[in-house]
């Protein structure tokens, strides 16, 4: 089992930045991947970014170049997200996906406004 927690996240303008972070625990071995997911309202989740133990990084392209995706061992990682547009609203989750099960963290709102 790999528990997550999120920091981070709340209401800046348009332009502006954040940083999430998540911070895993538990029984945590071989190869992972981290990842941030998020959801707006009425949406399904999409990936926003994701990073392998091996440091290959993934973005969707709404978000390339403007958000970045890190880690600083097995344990954290991050997301830095700037030039954050309206649109960028949305409930971010980070992901841990480990010996094929996926682990999720509990949610943290970004709210952007125009």
């Known amino acids: 089992q790999v528990q997550l927690v999120e920091s981070g996240g709340g209401l800046v303008q348009a332009g502006g930045s954040l940083r999430l972070s998540c911070a895993a625990s538990g029984s945590i071995f071989g190869d992972y991947r981290m990842g941030w997911y998020r959801q707006a309202p009425g949406k399904q989740r999409e990936l926003v970014a994701q990073?392998?133990?091996?440091?290959?990084t993934y973005y969707v392209d709404s978000v390339q170049g403007r958000f970045a995706i890190s880690r600083d061992n097995a344990k954290t990682f991050a997301l830095q997200m700037n030039s954050l547009k309206p649109e960028d609203t949305a409930v971010y989750y980070c992901?841990?996906?480990?010996?094929?099960?996926?682990?999720w963290g509990q949610g943290t709102q970004v709210t952007v406004s125009s």
């Open positions: 992901q841990y996906l480990q010996s094929g099960r996926n682990y």
């Open positions: 990073i392998t133990r091996g440091g290959t």
